[in-house]
């Protein structure tokens, strides 16, 4: 992967940039943690220039976070709750849960997008519920910008500022998305069991 991504980097530019952005949203594997900091290392070489390689790379996240956002808006409120309904055994989730979920991100949605666009290993998924939800466009599309602005910002400038060493960042990053996904299954194991005790 991390060869694949230098030598499509190499070649690309900056379209190897925002493909590869766009790729991390659709497909967490591809790690952004690696992409913008090369870019950011690629810049100090002058070969890009900083402040475009951001401004592609947030393209590319952006377009990226609406394409699952569309997904949102496809499954929709009443789907995911028949869904819950069907199979809230193995979802720990009941559609009185999903209604109290949607509306809470209809009242907090702005947050939980902009600082999710932050978090690593959430930042992929968090424009779903924002289209379950139906968050207005405009909102939408400002703060998941905003987000994957400060977000792609502090990983370019990091491998600008590493040069040759750019590939640190993603040894700092990766624990914290390690803890979070690892949260995330905990969470989910505990209201399992929760569920199945009560039953």
Do not use: C
Request: net charge positive.
């Amino acid at each position: 992967m991390f060869d694949w991504i230098v030598a499509l980097m190499g070649r690309s530019g900056y379209l190897g940039v925002g493909g590869l952005m766009f790729g991390e949203n659709v497909f967490p594997p591809i790690p952004s943690e690696l992409v913008m900091p090369l870019a950011g290392f690629l810049s100090a070489q002058g070969v890009l220039w900083l402040p475009l390689t951001v401004l592609v790379g947030t393209i590319g996240s952006v377009l990226g976070a609406l394409l699952w956002y569309y997904i949102g808006l496809w499954i929709g409120e009443e789907r995911l709750k028949d869904f819950a309904r069907r199979h809230g055994k193995w979802l720990t989730i009941s559609p009185r849960e999903v209604d109290a979920a949607t509306d809470w991100f209809r009242r907090y949605g702005w947050r939980a997008v902009f600082f999710g666009r932050m978090i690593p290993g959430v930042r992929t998924f968090i424009s779903v519920p924002a289209g379950v939800a139906r968050m207005p466009m405009g909102p939408f599309l400002s703060f998941t910008a905003l987000g994957s602005l400060a977000w792609t910002t502090a990983l370019a400038v990091a491998g600008y500022l590493l040069q040759s060493q750019y590939d640190r960042v993603a040894t700092w990053v990766n624990p914290i998305s390690t803890l979070v996904i690892v949260g995330l299954i905990g969470i989910y194991l505990f209201r399992l069991v929760r569920q199945q005790l009560q039953n």
